[in-house]
């Protein structure tokens, strides 16, 4: 609900050109958004950072026309939700060498994928997920758009955290999940490509969400202090 109303505000399409929905903002006032955002609620900032920055981001900056026209008016309203699928059991900062699979099918209409994912930020609610796989026995990662809808997906209960307890984070299953073939987001084997430039942005919205909470302790910190009287006379 609260993701839904930042959308109608704005917050999840600063970046967006208007055509789609967006604001059609600068990188100075996406940082602004996630900071305030992120004073109130580190989780929200979080979720709010995955949406905009890693599912939405990449179909911004790598999609096609019809991709862009059919994803990013629902994207930034809030009225479909997004996560980022690309950690496995298995590779973590070596992405590279996950192990999850697409193959073409028969009919050439659908690639048919097989994995799993974890630690997905957002994996609870979201609607449409970035997935990054890789074709046949192809060297390098694809990255395919998947809606929560198509067949074949699956979630593990919510994990249990020390923290952004406000966060969705779930694992995905994929067994023989049917995507259709113009959901290929950019080229075959450019999905590690583009997953490493869409993170190193990524990163830079985690900064502002940490100075966000950094900037909202010190102002409790320094009323307490302000407050809290010990001994006769304020601490």
């Given at each position: 609900d609260v993701l839904k109303k930042l959308g109608e505000l704005g917050a999840l399409g600063v970046l967006v050109p208007e055509q789609y929905g967006g604001a059609g903002l600068g990188y100075y006032e996406y940082m602004?958004?996630?900071?305030?955002?992120a004073k109130v609620c580190g989780s929200i900032g979080l979720s709010v950072a995955a949406h905009?920055?890693?599912?939405?981001?990449?179909?911004?900056?790598?999609?096609?026309?019809?991709?862009?026209k059919k994803y990013l008016p629902k994207l930034t309203?809030?009225?479909?939700?997004?996560?980022?699928?690309?950690?496995?059991?298995?590779?973590?900062?070596?992405?590279?060498?996950?192990?999850?699979?697409?193959i073409l099918?028969?009919?050439?209409?659908?690639?048919?994928?097989?994995g799993q994912k974890m630690w997905i930020t957002n994996a609870g609610f979201a609607d449409v997920?970035?997935?990054?796989?890789?074709?046949?026995?192809?060297?390098?990662?694809?990255?395919?758009?998947?809606?929560?809808s198509f067949?074949?997906?699956?979630?593990?209960?919510?994990?249990?955290?020390?923290?952004?307890?406000?966060?969705?984070?779930?694992?995905?299953?994929?067994?023989?999940?049917?995507?259709?073939v113009e959901n290929?987001?950019?080229?075959?084997?450019n999905g590690f490509k583009i997953a490493v430039n869409i993170l190193n942005l990524g990163r830079i919205k985690l900064?502002?969400?940490?100075?966000?909470?950094?900037?909202?302790?010190?102002?409790?910190s320094i009323r307490y202090a302000n407050e809290r009287q010990q001994f006769g006379r304020p601490i």
């Open positions: 602004t958004t996630i900071i305030e955002v905009n920055s890693l599912c939405t981001g990449h179909i911004l900056q790598f999609g096609n026309d019809e991709q862009k309203t809030g009225n479909w939700k997004a996560a980022y699928c690309l950690t496995e059991p298995g590779s973590g900062s070596d992405a590279n060498s996950g192990k999850t699979k697409a099918s028969p009919d050439g209409k659908h690639y048919v994928i097989n997920f970035v997935v990054f796989a890789k074709i046949d026995n192809d060297e390098n990662l694809s990255a395919f758009i998947v809606e929560r067949p074949g997906i699956s979630f593990n209960p919510e994990e249990h955290k020390m923290g952004i307890k406000g966060s969705s984070t779930r694992q995905i299953f994929f067994s023989d999940c049917k995507v259709p290929l987001l950019s080229e075959r084997g900064a502002g969400a940490a100075l966000g909470g950094s900037k909202r302790t010190s102002t409790f």
